[in-house]
């Protein structure tokens, strides 16, 4: 009765502000408002809404299909270097074919998952036909890329994660395999070089900016790229992220044929000693040690290497447990949800059916292959010298994908000899190689960022 009451009520409230408003209206369309006597009037409030034939309906439904815009869409877009193309709906098409393939690839494959899932959504997403996604100012994929992937704060929120779940023990206990990360670096800078060559190629004009932009991507290592490219070459953070996200997943299938290619199978069977135990005090003052001289000495890298330590410090310090979970769970999956995204979003026709993109990715890739051998090359040069052999594949764990590329090495080793596990020893060179990946940057932004 209560109920049936309120809705009399509401009921009464509602009918009599309608005759109110109806009578204290003073413009009255010519064919009247619309009612049971007058069905071919207007209904109030439609005024300015334009009358629509059913067949005009029909029409507009067909045209604003996906299909339709598929076949018929043609719109004018700038590219990454500024100049205007025409994209057409194929070619939309075409990039949510890519999408779903880099999400069968997660998916059905494996490849990094995490990475791969969201990213290929994100590349669906924008290049749904009106769904207006990635458009600026209020599409979802924008606000996500403009909130923290076009700047530095979605990337230091993954390094104080990757440093809140790294243990830097490796690294310590065997501090020599830091210049297997250090060797890693050869792809990025010897790629840097290379990309000047392009410019002799007609149609292909790389600034030293934008070479360091995509010379990172040998470091594999995605919010590295995604930081320098911020700082210097905002209009190519699109495609070289998605190539050093794209690299990061594809590390199983890239680094093998290199490894096999530059080791023979007896160096491949090479047994290393039981790393030595860590101390606590020694990983507690080990990423003060590190943030102070990056401070000290390339204070331009001081941004990402000191998240990395301020993670990798709450873990070691122990009395902060709830903040360092945070970080290595909820905060990391958050952010790597909206980063993935973010970056998929950016996976448009105009940002890569060019030719300089395609070459982007394609250097992108010449610079991860580098940086795979300078490492294996690097730990064979050193077992000239040492008298405890180092197994040459944990070189190709030198650069910064953490920790799958040390995975990959163990892998390759136990193909070999199935009782020889490497992945403790990879760790080092690996956990290395984000430290030298850091550090590359910040010397790119102190020499070309002012």
Known sequence: MIVLAMITVAFTFSFMGTVLAQSSSTVVPPQGYASWSNPEGIIKGSENIPRISLASFARNIVETTGISAFIKDAREMVTPAGEKTTVFGWQELLMIIVGFVIIYLGAAKGFEPLLLIPIGFGTVFVNIPFGGMGDAPHGFLNIIYEAGVGNEFFPLIIFMGIGALTDFGPLIANPKTALLGAAAQFGVFGTLFGITAFNLIPGFNFTMKEACSVAIIGGADGPTT??????????????????????????PVIQPPIMRALTTPAERKIRM????????????????SVFVLSILLIPSASPLIGCLMFGNFIR??????????????????????????????????????????????????????????????VAKIMNLFLKEKINPLIGSAGVSAVPMAARVSNRVG????????????????????????????GVMIAVYGG
């Open 316 to 377: 070691e310090i122990g009395v902060v447990e709830r903040l360092s979970k945070t970080l290595q769970n909820e905060l990391l999956n958050i952010v790597s949800i909206f980063l993935s995204l973010g970056v998929g979003s950016q996976m448009t026709p105009e940002k890569f059916l060019n030719p300089a993109s395609l070459s982007i990715v394609f250097m992108g890739l010449l610079a991860f292959a580098i940086a795979t051998a300078s490492g294996i090359i």
């Open 414 to 441: 136990l193909e070999e000899d199935p009782s020889n596990f490497l992945i403790m020893h990879a760790m080092g060179p690996n956990v290395a190689g984000v430290i030298g990946t850091a550090i590359a940057a």
């Open 226 to 251: 995604i930081y320098i490219a911020a700082k210097l070459a905002p209009h190519l953070l699109a495609t070289v992220a998605v190539a050093a996200y794209s690299y990061m997943a594809l590390v």
């Open 273 to 288: 000693k039981q790393l030595r135990h860590v101390s606590k005090v020694e990983k507690m003052l080990f990423p003060i």
